[in-house]
């Protein structure tokens, strides 16, 4: 089988799945039963890291969309418009005494 894994991971690397399809997952090998967290989805599978099989199932999606694509450093930057427009003003103290 290792090779029929290859050729998916083979496929799997010349189609990135777009960013607002990338989600971040837990997977479990049905082969060698290993837990892997923060794997990246893939609608053709998700390969284990310990055995190379792509048996494996999703026991947990911990992120989807482009929070997923930037838990994997795939590009896209970071879009953090903060505008803090503090309010302004104060009164002018004119304690001119005369
Ligand atoms: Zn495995």
Do not use: Y
Not at 11 to 18: F, K, R
Not at 65 to 89: E, K, L, V
Request: charge should be negative; aromatic fraction near 4%.
């Amino acid at each position: 089988m290792a090779a029929a894994w290859e050729a998916r991971a083979r496929d799997i690397a010349e189609h990135p799945m777009p960013a607002d399809l990338q989600r971040v997952v837990d997977i479990m090998c049905n082969d060698c039963e290993t837990k892997s967290p923060n794997r990246n989805w893939h609608f053709l599978g998700i390969q284990c890291p310990s055995c190379n099989s792509f048996n494996t199932v999703v026991e947990n999606v911990v992120s989807s969309g482009p929070n997923a694509a930037a838990i994997n450093g795939g590009g896209g930057g970071d879009n953090n418009n903060n505008n803090n427009n503090g309010g302004g003003g104060g009164g002018l103290a004119n304690g001119g005494t005369r």
